[in-house]
């Protein structure tokens, strides 16, 4: 894919240069026609995706430079957003000659007052500051021909929703919308469903960590010991934001119990829970009020967290793409992560499914002191990367839910 066919004027496709950009990213590809063409656009990405650029752009060149009361708003949850924004924004305009400002709180007004009074193409606001200008008459929005809504699920979260709303009632009716969110939960969807007109919905899986980053190793044990040793590994390296998948709902209500009952608070989130409860958690993870989530392969592609970590495979999965998944959750944006995994006697097979699937040999190791059983199994230590990437695959019926993973991931990055 190239940028040269996504529908972009030279004017764009030489600040696409000029800003070290060689292929578009997937939510680039998918959003910048669509932007084009003026439909509103439903996009769910989180940061490190592309987005800005995925809505400047073509944005930028469906506006034409003219100073005075913005045309394009932005309205984003945080200052840092809107300054990141801003400079994106800020690197296209060189090419195309627009002007781009920023309100946020936290500063002094009036040089604010004076950058808008000079006249704005495009205005990023955080939704307070935005109001209390409107307020003062010092912004026009009478003019808004396209709003972006950026981390609409952030703005929900942090409590803006009602500034939103009032800021939407003095935006001309007749406009375009972009609504960007990292998660698109119903809440979310049954909010904004009222502001948009027919919108197109695209979105990325969050770009996954590259194996190579991770740390992996292997626990045997058997599965009557799994419980002891997964508490005692995250008390005693006090682990703090911990993934723990399990192969069951059941499973991983059991485990979230056993880890609570041991002093280490913890969720869980699976297929069975109801959305709030689901979020509900998540939230109280993402906020540290507890160091363990446990979930399923079902939910794993929805939880989208920074600064996992370690992820634990409580179970290995049967299905070898599971076992990518799970693991990609930790260590994002450049960091290393660790990946553990409990290995019981019966779950050689699957073993053996994910190192092929991986092409090499994962390491084993103990925690020191633990009382092992004497019947778990432990993987032989001399097999080789060579071995396992042409061992056959193993001729269990691969159980569970249908394959059907990988088409959500329209593509990683
Ligand atoms: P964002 O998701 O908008 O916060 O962007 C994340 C990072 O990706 C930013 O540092 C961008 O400069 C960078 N970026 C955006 N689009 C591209 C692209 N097509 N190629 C390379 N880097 C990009």
Same mark, same amino acid.
């Given at each position: 894919?190239?940028?040269?066919?996504?529908? !972009?004027?030279?004017?764009?496709?030489?600040?696409?240069?000029?800003?070290?950009?060689?292929?578009?990213?997937?939510?680039?590809?998918?959003?910048?026609?669509?932007?084009?063409?003026?439909?509103?656009?439903?996009?769910?990405?989180?940061? =490190?995706?592309?987005?800005?650029?995925?809505?400047?752009?073509?944005?930028?060149?469906?506006?034409?430079?003219?100073?005075?009361?913005?045309?394009?708003?932005?309205?984003?949850?945080?200052?840092?957003?809107?300054?990141?924004?801003?400079?994106?924004?800020?690197?296209?305009?060189?090419?195309? %000659? $627009?002007?781009?400002?920023?309100?946020?709180?936290?500063? *002094?007004?009036?040089?604010?007052?004076?950058?808008?009074?000079?006249?704005?193409?495009?205005?990023?606001?955080?939704?307070?500051?935005?109001?209390?200008?409107?307020?003062?008459?010092?912004?026009?929005?009478?003019?808004?021909?396209?709003?972006?809504?950026?981390?609409?699920?952030?703005? !929900?979260?942090?409590?803006?929703?009602?500034?939103?709303?009032?800021?939407?009632?003095?935006?001309?009716?007749?406009?375009?919308?972009?609504?960007?969110?990292?998660?698109?939960?119903?809440?979310?969807?049954?909010?904004? =469903?009222?502001?948009?007109?027919?919108?197109?919905?695209?979105?990325?899986?969050?770009?996954?960590?590259?194996?190579?980053?991770?740390?992996?190793?292997?626990?045997?044990?058997?599965?009557?010991?799994?419980?002891?040793?997964?508490?005692?590994?995250?008390?005693?390296? %006090?682990?703090?934001?911990? !993934?723990?998948?399990?192969?069951?709902? &059941?499973?991983?209500?059991?485990?979230?119990?056993?880890?609570?009952?041991?002093?280490?608070?913890?969720?869980?989130? $699976? %297929?069975?829970?109801?959305?709030?409860?689901?979020?509900?958690?998540?939230?109280?993870?993402?906020? %540290?009020?507890?160091?363990?989530?446990?979930?399923?392969?079902?939910?794993?592609?929805?939880?989208?967290?920074? *600064?996992?970590?370690?992820?634990?495979?409580?179970?290995?999965?049967?299905?070898?793409?599971?076992?990518?998944?799970?693991?990609?959750?930790?260590?994002?944006?450049?960091?290393?992560?660790?990946?553990?995994?409990?290995?019981?006697?019966?779950? &050689?097979?699957?073993?053996?499914?994910?190192?092929?699937?991986? *092409?090499?040999?994962?390491?084993?190791?103990?925690?020191?002191?633990?009382?092992?059983?004497?019947?778990?199994?432990?993987?032989?230590?001399?097999?080789?990367?060579?071995?396992?990437?042409?061992?056959?695959?193993?001729?269990?019926?691969?159980?569970?839910?249908?394959?059907? *993973?990988?088409?959500?991931?329209?593509?990683?990055?």
């Amino acid at each position: 894919m190239s940028f040269d066919n996504l529908g !972009l004027d030279p004017r764009l496709l030489k600040a696409v240069v000029t800003m070290g950009y060689t292929e578009p990213t997937p939510i680039q590809s998918a959003a910048i026609p669509l932007v084009l063409a003026g439909r509103d656009v439903i996009g769910c990405a989180q940061t =490190g995706t592309g987005k800005t650029a995925a809505f400047v752009l073509p944005i930028l060149q469906r506006i034409a430079p003219r100073v005075g009361a913005p045309r394009v708003l932005v309205v984003t949850p945080t200052r840092e957003l809107a300054i990141q924004i801003v400079e994106v924004a800020t690197a296209v305009s060189r090419t195309t %000659g $627009h002007r781009i400002a920023a309100v946020y709180g936290g500063v *002094g007004y009036e040089p604010q007052v004076k950058t808008l009074r000079r006249g704005v193409d495009m205005l990023v606001a955080t939704p307070g500051r935005l109001l209390d200008l409107a307020a003062r008459r010092d912004v026009d929005l009478s003019r808004v021909e396209i709003l972006v809504l950026d981390e609409a699920d952030r703005m !929900l979260d942090m409590g803006f929703w009602p500034d939103v709303r009032r800021i939407l009632a003095l935006l001309p009716t007749k406009r375009q919308n972009l609504l960007f969110s990292a998660t698109m939960s119903p809440v979310v969807l049954k909010v904004i =469903g009222s502001t948009l007109t027919d919108p197109a919905q695209v979105s990325v899986a969050p770009p996954a960590t590259p194996i190579e980053a991770i740390e992996q190793s292997l626990y045997p044990v058997v599965g009557t010991q799994k419980n002891d040793l997964l508490v005692r590994i995250i008390q005693e390296r %006090g682990l703090e934001r911990v !993934l723990v998948f399990t192969r069951t709902k &059941h499973r991983a209500d059991r485990v979230a119990r056993v880890l609570d009952r041991a002093g280490v608070r913890s969720a869980a989130i $699976h %297929g069975n829970r109801s959305q709030s409860q689901r979020q509900n958690a998540l939230e109280e993870f993402k906020r %540290g009020r507890c160091r363990v989530l446990v979930a399923t392969d079902i939910v794993a592609r929805g939880i989208d967290v920074e *600064g996992i970590s370690h992820v634990i495979n409580y179970d290995l999965p049967n299905v070898p793409d599971d076992y990518v998944h799970r693991i990609g959750r930790t260590a994002r944006a450049g960091r290393t992560g660790v990946a553990l995994s409990l290995l019981a006697p019966e779950e &050689h097979e699957a073993l053996r499914d994910i190192e092929r699937k991986i *092409g090499a040999v994962i390491d084993c190791a103990d925690l020191a002191g633990f009382e092992y059983s004497h019947d778990r199994i432990v993987p032989d230590p001399d097999r080789t990367h060579e071995a396992v990437r042409k061992a056959p695959p193993a001729k269990k019926p691969q159980y569970g839910r249908p394959h059907g *993973g990988a088409q959500h991931r329209r593509s990683g990055r």
